[in-house]
Structure formats: C-alpha cells, structure tokens
C-alpha cells in the first residue's frame, strides 16, 4: 500500500466574502434592478394598476401577490429608496454562488410573503423589494456567526455600521411602511444563512482527505 501526497485543501468557500465570479454576480442583480424598473416603467404607463397585485393580506385573490409584491413599487421614490440596498446586499449575498443566491432569494421571497399575509393590516396591498432587502441583510448579517468566519463578521460589522438604522424597520409604527415585510424578510434571511450553513457542513464531511493505494 502507498500513500499518495495529500493535496492542498480548496478554499473553504463557505467562508467567501465576495463571489468568486464578481462580474457575473454583477450582471444578475444589476438585471433583476433593471427588471424592477421595467416593471415600474409599465405600471407608470398603466396608471397604477400593477400594484394593486400585491399582497392582500388573509384573502384568497391576494395571495398570489406574494409571488408579484417585491417586483412592485409605490412610485420611483419607493423603487429608488430600495435600489441601493438591492444592489449591496443582492451581490454580497451571491458569495455563495448564483444557485445558492437564487435559493437563498426564493425562501425569504416566500417566508416575507406568507408572513404579510397571515399578519398585515386588514384592506392593505403590500408591494416592494424591501423585505427581500431586509433578508438578504439579515442573512449577511448572521452567515458569519454560523460559519465562524472573521471576514464575514466583519463585513456584517460594516454593513451594521452604514445600514443599522434600517433595522429600526423591522418595528411596528411608521405608517405606510410594512414592518411585517420586512421582520419576516430578515427571518427568512437568518433560516437560509442556518441552511446554507448546514449544507457546507454536510458537504465538508463528504469530502476526502486523502488518498491511498
């Protein structure tokens, strides 16, 4: 029996701050901004009939606003309010990778959703990407603390540092704002950060460390 030299280890990419592709990463989120301000473009030729396809919370008719509700915005102020942190927190949250980025993006699109429906106001419709921006913070915000990762902590540190009071959103009190969109977006946000977390786990163990003859 002889033992072949054991390789290097690959990068712990759990542990990535930035996407490994940073261009490609760029060109998917700055298309899904681009496709909020379509959307926007043709409610604005409509008149504002687009939004009322939002969420209507604890009724049948607006429980597909769930699917349409982060495409929609309440005029430009709200789309450009929410391009910033779209575009931030969507590229960073594709460290993981563009697979790992759109099942990340679908669970706190769908955790953010359902928890309007069940808890907003009575005869209010529910629009904009916010609760999804709040759960990809939420998920920058924790991934560092589930992969014990420095560069991760710290990065969520800075984020903390510029956009914390954002966080003030997550609280009940400002009319015309949906904290509910946004306390179940940042839930969303941490439940994928555990699973993700899980996965890189799990997929540690599989992997072989050496090799032998």
């Known amino acids: 029996m002889s033992t072949l030299p054991t390789p290097p280890a690959p990068a712990d990419q759990s542990k990535r701050i930035l996407p490994a592709a940073p261009k490609s990463a ?8 681009v496709l909020l301000y379509l959307v926007e473009l043709v409610d604005v030729l409509l008149h504002g009939r687009l939004d009322q396809q939002g969420i209507v919370p604890r009724t049948l008719s ?64 529910t629009i904009g990407a916010s609760g999804l921006a709040f759960g990809w913070l939420a998920y920058l915000l924790v991934r560092g603390i589930f992969n014990r990762s420095f560069g991760q902590l710290t990065v969520a540190a800075a984020l903390l540092l510029i956009w914390g009071g954002t966080l003030w959103g997550l609280l009940p009190g400002q009319s015309g704002i949906s904290w509910q969109a946004h306390l179940f977006g940042a839930i969303g ?21 050496s090799l032998a003859e």
Do not use: Q, Y
């Open 189 to 209: 946000g941490i439940i994928a950060a555990w699973l993700a977390s899980r996965a890189d786990k799990s997929k540690a163990k599989k992997t072989p460390s």
């Open 62 to 125: 607006g429980l597909d606003g769930v699917v349409w509700a982060p495409l929609l915005h309440g005029g430009w102020a709200h789309l450009f309010a929410n391009t910033i942190p779209v575009l931030v927190f969507g590229f960073l949250a594709m460290a993981g990778g563009v697979t790992r980025w759109i099942a990340v993006t679908v669970l706190i699109w769908v955790v953010s959703g359902l928890g309007v429906w069940l808890t907003g106001e009575t005869g209010t419709v």
């Open 26 to 33: 760029g060109l998917v989120v700055v298309g899904f901004t």
